[in-house]
């Protein structure tokens, strides 16, 4: 199983990126689809998730209404849409994938770094 994460980059306060996370090796459809971040410093944690129909998703609290996840399974992709960005939001975004109703994450991407600038 391979999860590729890209998209990430350098945007100034107040932009926007799209995160792209291309699965390979799995049933895509049958796995929940998840975004978490880790910042210098301080732990991993909860972004954004997906069912595997995309009907059901789940944010953080400090998503609002900034960032919004979706999926393409036809394309075996999950996007991140991530707009109004802070410098807060400044950390390596990883995509996970996660069994249906398992309750851990099985597979990890390697991460892409998104940097804020005030």
């Known amino acids: 199983v391979q999860l590729q994460a890209s998209g990430g980059g350098l945007v100034q306060a107040g932009g926007s990126l799209r995160l792209s996370c291309a699965a390979s090796g799995l049933t895509f459809s049958s796995y929940v689809m998840g975004w978490f971040r880790q910042a210098p410093g301080k732990e991993r944690e909860f972004v954004a998730a997906?069912?595997?129909?995309?009907?059901?998703?789940n944010n953080a609290d400090f998503v609002k209404d900034r960032f919004a996840i979706s999926r393409d399974n036809s394309k075996n992709t999950v996007y991140l849409q991530m707009n109004i960005l802070k410098p807060e939001d400044t950390a390596v975004y990883y995509c996970a994938a996660r069994y249906k109703d398992d309750s851990a994450y099985s597979y990890w991407g390697q991460g892409t770094q998104v940097t804020v600038s005030s």
């Open positions: 997906i069912s595997w129909s995309g009907g059901s998703r």
